[in-house]
């Protein structure tokens, strides 16, 4: 795999070259707009309607929108000094508590490895530190002439570089409808108990190697079936009954999960549970 990125991890006075590589490979399947008639893929025209006409490319500038109805023209050169110089260096700025980040601020991930054996010590021993005290480091880059926030988190070896939204880019929770009440809505305490069992019946670890993109793989499947004359049904997936009263909806849902649960397990548990009424009645 090639690294997107090579330079410098620096924490104080200590200094570690890193290369970054690309943590996910995202599979989106790109579609082209083509004349229905012939097949030709369509050009995407460029038109003023205030004008009534088609502009080129010399004719256009960058607006940015400053109000209703107003614009503001921004030129090339203004954009220029915006841009920060790219450095070579992720300065930290400080660890946290590895849960300290709520999962809200994670944007692209990256992995972060030593480059070449001289790095290989402090970068190990700042892996094992951090791990070992559960902290996580929060750093600042300048890639491709923006700067970046980073979290950086020992993983497998190496560190996952996350890219951080800054806290101006986050929407504010309180300005979204329905919020407001959840947690002040009472519960009989049976229905929580129902709930709960939901819950217990569907929890186990996260084994993410289970979970694949059906959308995309059914879609490839008719994709190439079409490019060699074939044809490819898809059936619709059957939709469950919908059950309008919620306690019936989660009886039901509870009964339909417990078939999934291992009887030996439950046994076990149910076996467990037993022991330690037994020896609370001793105790008392």
């Known amino acids: 795999m090639r690294a997107v990125w090579k330079g410098y991890l620096k924490c104080g006075l200590v200094t570690i070259p890193v290369k970054m590589y690309n943590a996910v490979k995202k599979k989106t399947l790109q579609f082209s707009l083509l004349h229905k008639e012939c097949g030709t893929k369509i050009k995407q025209e460029r038109f003023c309607p205030s004008c009534n006409r088609r502009v080129s490319n010399e004719e ?4 940015y929108q400053y109000g209703k109805d107003r614009w503001i023209i921004i030129t090339d ?7 920060k110089e790219s450095t070579d260096a992720i300065e930290i700025l400080r660890f946290v508590d590895d849960g300290a980040i709520s999962p809200i601020y994670y944007s692209e991930a990256h992995y972060l490895t030593p480059d ?6 402090a970068f ?4 094992k530190a951090m791990k070992r005290m559960g902290k996580a480091a929060l750093a600042k880059v300048v890639i491709r002439n923006r700067e970046h926030l980073m979290a950086l988190k020992p993983y497998d070896g190496s560190f996952l570089a996350f890219t951080l939204h800054y806290a101006e880019e986050i929407q504010a929770l309180r300005e979204i409808e329905g919020v407001d009440g959840v947690e002040g809505v009472d519960f009989d305490p049976s229905v929580l108990q129902m709930a709960e069992a939901l819950i217990r019946n ?3 670890d996260f084994e993410p190697e289970k979970y694949h993109d059906e959308y995309t793989k059914t879609l490839l499947e008719i994709i190439k079936a ?6 490819v049904k898809v059936e619709p997936k059957a939709e ?4 309008i ?4 909806a989660l009886r039901q849902s509870v009964l339909a999960t417990e078939k999934e649960v291992p009887k030996k397990e439950v046994a076990v548990a149910g076996k467990g549970r037993a022991k330690t009424t037994r020896r609370a009645k001793k105790k008392a």
């Open 240 to 243: 469950a009954q919908k059950v």
């Open 60 to 63: 256009l500038v960058r607006g």
């Open 202 to 204: 569907l929890s186990g």
């Open 124 to 127: 190990a021993l700042f892996h």
């Open 226 to 231: 079409k490019a060699e004359g074939q044809e």
């Open 116 to 121: 070449g054996e001289v790095a290989l010590e």
């Open 77 to 83: 050169e203004e954009i220029e000094k915006a841009k």
């Open 245 to 248: 009263d919620l306690m019936e």
